[in-house]
């Protein structure tokens, strides 16, 4: 299966100002542009990263439009990298832990979770088990915060998906659009 993308960058807010345009992953925008005020993606998921390399805080974009760093949860103008976000299921299937190595309480799950704790009772997830698709962890509820891409695989740690804390708010899957 063909990975197909389509992503905007433009320098200003509300889609102003010089731009790029991408079509697969860049480990290094900063040649491209010097400031992100404003996104639009076409086509595809993507994750971004503020460093090169795909380093830093990364945040994770669906279709749509982006006008400014803060709506799609930036803390600032700075993204230096993008790779295109594709699994080729629509299932999504996914088991959480209270504690690391996947021990203690287990919840597993199929759909979005805007409030975590409205189904686990734990603030803090230790390890996971990514069964089928892609996901995303925010650090607070409502999609908000920090954010960790998850694909296929075992996460025995939260540091394996890069949180310095097992803090997770919210999950939400990645979906192809």
């Known amino acids: 299966m063909e990975r197909m993308g389509k992503i905007f960058f433009y320098e200003d807010r509300n889609f102003k100002g010089h731009y790029y345009e991408c079509s697969s992953d860049c480990p290094e925008l900063s040649s491209h542009f010097q400031r992100c005020n404003s996104i639009r993606v076409e086509s595809g998921a993507w994750v971004v990263y503020e460093r090169p390399q795909y380093m830093g805080y990364q945040y994770i974009l669906m279709r749509g439009e982006y006008p400014n760093y803060q709506s799609w949860n930036g803390f600032n103008d700075t993204i230096r990298s993008c790779r295109l976000i594709t699994h080729q299921?629509?299932?999504?299937?996914?088991?959480?832990y209270e504690r690391p190595d996947f021990s203690g309480q287990m919840l597993e799950f199929s759909e979005d979770l805007p409030n975590?704790?409205?189904?686990?009772?734990?603030?803090?997830v230790h390890s996971a088990h990514i069964q089928d698709g892609v996901w995303v962890f925010y650090e607070y509820p409502n999609y908000r915060g920090h954010q960790y891409l998850l694909e296929k695989g075992e996460y025995r740690r939260h540091a394996?998906?890069?949180a310095l804390h097992p803090s997770v708010g919210s999950i939400r899957r990645v979906l192809d659009t």
């Open 116 to 124: 975590l704790m409205d189904r686990w009772r734990y603030r803090d």
């Open 89 to 96: 299921l629509s299932v999504h299937r996914m088991r959480i």
């Open 160 to 162: 394996d998906w890069g």
